[in-house]
């Protein structure tokens, strides 16, 4: 298999997000997956995936992760990664729930930090029950880094056994709070990867597209969608995080790192595959 394949991540929900922001933003498991059937048309592998409650409001409830997933297995092949984020001040119970239905991925935050005017709170010791239960249930973590002493906190979990190497990594750049979307802070980063590791990145708002062009090109991998960026360009709305995967796909075959497959993707991180 090339190895120059880029895998791309949609990220297709989020949970700050409203359909005040935008009338094209997905809510129920029905239109979930379908957006996540047309981001991975375009070309993405992942979905990152949050759900909402009938009010459209950001939910960790099993049974609608559970529908959700159930939806997108019905018609797409792509590769869940369940958030274990949710939304800000919900308890770690509460976030930990969809990783008891098996996804082949879920997220993993290894640190605290300020989240605009809020804070992301992750005690150690929620951060090592949510590793071992991810381990428990054959779960591939994806590690999100939005400052940088998550590095240093991941580290020490593989230290401490509750991670295993190789690991893949998100770095989510440009959250107010956290560290800012940089060439210098993403290579940084990159620079603290274990040998064997993989990473994507993701940028917040209008550093969305430089960030992933900048991990295209440093041989990482690229998140896109909703989740983090609404517009196509400064004051045009995009129609969906499929509109952004397509452009990152154009881009990315340009430079040379054409879309993965889903199992493609698979084969990068070392998932077993089928499952969740
Ligand atoms: N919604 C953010 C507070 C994740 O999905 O793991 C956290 C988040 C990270 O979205
Ligand atoms: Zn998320």
Request: hydrophobic letters at 40%; a negative charge.
């Amino acid at each position: 298999m090339s190895t120059n394949l880029l895998i791309i991540t949609a990220a297709i929900v989020g949970a700050e997000v409203t359909r005040k922001d935008t009338p094209y933003l997905p809510l129920t498991p029905g239109e979930i997956a379908g957006e996540a059937a047309r981001c991975r048309e375009r070309g993405a592998s992942v979905i990152h995936l949050h759900v909402r409650d009938r009010e459209g409001r950001p939910t960790q409830d099993r049974e609608i992760f559970r529908q959700a997933m159930e939806e997108i297995k019905k018609r797409t092949d792509v590769i869940i990664q369940a958030s274990t984020g949710g939304a800000l001040g919900m308890t770690p119970e509460e976030r930990l729930q969809p990783v008891t239905l098996g996804p082949e991925m879920a997220s993993l935050t290894t640190g605290t930090v300020n989240f605009g005017r809020d804070v992301f709170y992750n005690h150690p010791g929620d951060i090592e029950t949510f590793a071992k239960t991810m381990g428990e249930y054959g779960v591939k973590p994806e590690i999100e880094v939005f400052e940088a002493g998550m590095m240093a906190g991941a580290l020490d979990l593989v230290k401490k056994g509750f991670l295993k190497e190789p690991l893949h990594f998100n770095f989510v750049l440009g959250v107010p709070g956290g560290l800012p979307a940089s060439a210098k802070n993403l290579l940084f980063l990159v620079e603290a990867v274990p040998p064997g590791s993989t990473w994507t990145v993701s940028g917040i708002g209008r550093s969305q597209l430089p960030m992933n062009v900048l991990g295209i090109l440093l041989g990482g991998h690229a998140r896109t969608g909703f989740e983090d960026n609404i517009y196509y360009e400064r004051g045009v709305p995009a129609l969906g995080s499929w509109q952004l995967v397509d452009r990152l796909v154009r881009i990315a075959r340009e430079m040379g790192r054409p879309a993965a497959s889903p199992d493609e993707a698979r084969e990068l991180l070392g998932l077993k595959g089928g499952s969740g």
